[in-house]
């Protein structure tokens, strides 16, 4: 918001910035929020490995982040040493509202049986990740006051 007095007048003029401090905060939110799940992407992955849930890659190439209404399962493909990465579509994160909506995961169907059997590789970096934006967003809000 900003305050400017009238020349030669007592009456202010206030300028309304609301919209403009939204869109900023959207966007920075945004940008935190894709570097992060970037890294949460890249953790889920590094945790299947040879003899630990990964045979032919096809599992570790489906795991990818998407805006809401993403239809996982077209992602599912037979298991083979030459399947193309998955996902690999242009990403919109909306807000919805004041909502942020993100999927996570893996359209391959046998990706949950993998998840329970070795150390739930998708929900525990995608709770660490949305831990580490939370302490972002708080961090950032605390210094902007």
């Given at each position: 918001?900003?305050?400017?007095?009238?020349?030669?007048?007592?009456?202010?003029?206030?300028?309304?910035?609301?919209?403009?401090?939204e869109k900023?905060?959207?966007?920075?939110?945004?940008?935190?929020?894709?570097?992060?799940?970037?890294?949460?992407?890249?953790?889920?992955?590094?945790?299947?490995?040879?003899?630990?849930?990964?045979?032919?890659?096809?599992?570790?190439?489906?795991?990818?982040?998407?805006?809401?209404?993403?239809?996982?399962?077209?992602?599912?493909?037979e298991p083979?040493?030459?399947?193309?990465?998955?996902?690999?579509?242009?990403?919109?994160?909306?807000?919805?509202?004041?909502?942020?909506?993100?999927?996570?995961?893996?359209?391959?169907?046998?990706?949950?049986?993998?998840?329970?059997?070795?150390?739930?590789f998708l929900?525990?970096?995608?709770?660490?990740?949305?831990?580490?934006?939370?302490?972002?967003?708080?961090?950032?809000?605390?210094?902007?006051?």
């Amino acid at each position: 918001m900003g305050i400017r007095r009238l020349p030669g007048r007592t009456a202010y003029r206030l300028t309304w910035l609301a919209d403009q401090v939204e869109k900023d905060a959207k966007k920075l939110l945004l940008k935190s929020l894709l570097k992060i799940l970037k890294r949460v992407e890249q953790e889920s992955k590094g945790r299947l490995y040879y003899g630990h849930g990964l045979e032919t890659g096809t599992l570790k190439r489906s795991i990818h982040f998407a805006g809401k209404g993403y239809p996982w399962a077209s992602d599912h493909v037979e298991p083979s040493y030459t399947t193309p990465e998955r996902g690999h579509r242009p990403i919109t994160l909306e807000f919805i509202g004041r909502r942020l909506y993100v999927e996570f995961g893996s359209g391959q169907h046998y990706a949950l049986f993998y998840h329970q059997k070795y150390d739930r590789f998708l929900r525990e970096p995608w709770e660490k990740g949305m831990n580490e934006f939370r302490r972002e967003v708080e961090a950032t809000w605390r210094t902007s006051l």
